[in-house]
């Protein structure tokens, strides 16, 4: 332990403790919120750790090995710390949590006894309840390469190495006309072949949905512009006027990424492995499968 830890701990083995808990998000758009069930404000790690926030937590379950650690907090809904709105935009998604055990009276004396990611997270009634995932939680994620004929890479990752900002393969403007709630429509987009960025990213800059996105299931032009259909709509409301940012899409083929993107040098798909036709194919006589070699 830690010279800090070794405080906190003959603090704890006094027998008269002041200590409380202190909670610190920091949601994927870079935020990061502070909350105490203590009722003054502490600070320590560059973060503030509001009181009154009605946030509080069960007992945290740890072991040993490779079990995820994981405990639940308690909160009230409010305009100043969590809102219900930002929880159905999903900005509290996957946001990394970190809890401690603190001397309020002196907070260099704290044990940090969790640190991970937000679950489920379930609401009713005013209040929402967040499950709290160790960091072995990513040890349950499946890992691995696979092999498939299209490209397992993301536009523009580390695997595909594409730069989304070349000139011509990106743009930003202004939400002109807004349909149902997964259909953009603009005058023209200059510059931009139709189906330039179907299977792209529409991600809002500005407003209320701001630092939110979907991707993009069709780019049609008709008789009244270009229309840009998502496959889901963005969990926040767009308003006109809010400035989004659209990227080129990628259906992962091989002639795609050469002729689309110039990027054949960083295809991740295997365009020539046999498929389950070739597999399941017996020898015959008729046409070219004489069930003779393969050149």
């Known amino acids: 332990m830690t010279s800090r830890s070794n405080a906190l701990r003959d603090h704890l083995q006094s027998g008269i403790t002041t200590v409380c808990r202190a909670w610190a998000l920091e949601r994927s ?13 502490l600070m320590f790690d560059g973060v503030t750790f509001q009181p009154g926030s009605g946030l509080t937590a069960r007992a945290v379950q740890q072991a040993t090995g490779l079990s995820v650690d994981n405990t639940e907090a308690l909160g009230v809904l409010s305009d100043a710390a969590v809102r219900e709105e930002d929880i159905e935009a999903g900005r509290f998604d ?45 040890l349950n994620q499946p890992l691995g390469r696979i092999y498939q004929t299209p490209c397992t890479a993301v536009l523009g990752d580390g ?19 807004i349909g149902r709630s997964e259909e953009f429509l603009w005058g023209a987009l200059p510059g931009f072949e139709p189906g330039w960025f179907a299977g792209g990213r529409l991600t809002v800059l500005s407003g209320g949905a701001q630092g939110l996105w979907s991707a993009v299931k069709a780019d049609q032009s008709d008789a ?25 899409g990628c259906d992962k083929r091989m002639e795609t990424c050469r002729l689309k993107f110039n990027n054949l040098l960083n295809f991740q798909g295997f365009p020539d492995i046999p498929g389950e036709d070739w597999i399941m194919a017996v020898p015959r006589q008729s046409g070219m499968n004489t069930g003779g070699s393969r050149r």
């Open 29 to 41: 758009d870079g935020s990061v919120l502070g909350f105490t069930d203590h009722d003054c404000v």
């Open 94 to 138: 996957g946001a990394e949590v970190r809890c401690w055990l603190v001397n309020w009276r002196d907070v260099s004396m704290r044990w940090l006894q969790l640190r991970g990611s937000i679950g489920e997270i379930r609401r009713a009634g005013g209040a929402f309840e967040a499950e709290l995932r160790g960091l072995t939680e990513a």
């Open 159 to 177: 695997a595909c190495q594409f730069d989304l900002e070349t000139p011509g393969y990106a743009t930003e403007l202004e939400a002109v006309e």
């Open 224 to 248: 009244a512009g270009r229309r840009i259909t998502l496959w889901e709509p963005v969990r926040a409301e767009v308003q006109r006027g809010d400035l989004v940012r659209l990227e080129a």
